[in-house]
T-cell receptor, first 114, second 115 residues
Framework: DAGITQSPRHKVTETGTPVTLRCHQT?????MYWYRQDPGHGLRLIHY???????DKGEVSDGYSVSRSKTEDFLLTLESATSSQTSVYFC?????????????FGEGSRLTVL | GDSVTQMEGPVTLSEEAFLTINCTYT??????LFWYVQYPGEGLQLLLK?????DKGSNKGFEATYRKETTSFHLEKGSVQVSDSAVYFC??????????????FGKGTHLIIQP
């Protein structure tokens, strides 16, 4: 299994509070991603990173920010959580070395915003 | 933009039945194609992949063939087991842009296998 750890795995918070989810990898992969999974929508890309301090927006980036100060860590921040951000969040990594774009996923972080 | 369409289900089958989950795609470049599986409470795991037209990916009795002429990548298994119950995602990676922006996923197909 790819060495990807997400924390926290479960979190309940209230509307308007800030939340930070952490993804930590031990694979030294260059590319890291944050997806959210919702019923009827599958997985949608929030933000991704192609190197330290290099990030870009995905399909559903509004209300989210990210940071990557080290190769191994990719943080997802909700500055002011809303109920629409209740979801399961998955971090993924890719080395791109094989040129196929295959991703390896963490086990997910379930966030509930009340 | 790129997109993936798959049947959402739930798809309910009896054990040992034949399985087909349809997947079609739209892409501007020459994508690689994937099937991922998600068991309850877990993250996604790669099931199989194909990187060019006419390639067949296979794993754990599952197969899918990259059909460029029909833009399809249907998942098949000859005899399903209860342990195959999961959500299956079809996905593509459009390599024309370097592939750095991740995979585009279908909405997932919930498969339920009854004993």
């Amino acid at each position: 299994d790819a060495g990807i750890t997400q924390s926290p795995r479960h979190k309940v918070t209230e509307t308007g509070t800030p939340v930070t989810l952490r993804c930590h990898q031990t694979e030294n992969h260059r590319y890291m991603y944050w997806y959210r999974q919702d019923p009827g929508h599958g997985l949608r890309l929030i933000h991704y990173s192609y190197g330290v301090k290099d990030t870009d927006k995905g399909e559903v980036s509004d209300g989210y920010s990210v940071s990557r100060s080290k190769t191994e860590d990719f943080l997802l921040t909700l500055e002011s959580a809303t109920s629409s951000q209740t979801s399961v969040y998955f971090c993924a990594i890719s080395g791109q070395g094989q040129g196929t774009g295959e991703l390896f996923f963490g086990e997910g972080s379930r966030l509930t915003v009340l | 933009g790129d997109s993936v369409t798959q049947m959402e289900g739930p798809v309910t089958l009896s054990e040992e039945a034949f399985l087909t989950i349809n997947c079609t795609y739209t892409a501007t470049g020459y994508p690689s194609l994937f099937w991922y599986v998600q068991y309850p409470g877990e993250g996604l795991q790669l099931l199989l992949k194909a990187t060019k037209a006419d390639d067949k990916g296979s794993n754990k009795g599952f197969e899918a063939t990259y059909r460029k002429e029909t833009t399809s990548f249907h998942l098949e298994k000859g005899s399903v087991q209860v342990s195959d119950s999961a959500v299956y995602f079809c996905a593509l990676s459009d390599q024309s842009g370097g592939g750095a922006d991740g995979l585009t996923f279908g909405k997932g197909t919930h498969l339920i296998i009854q004993p």
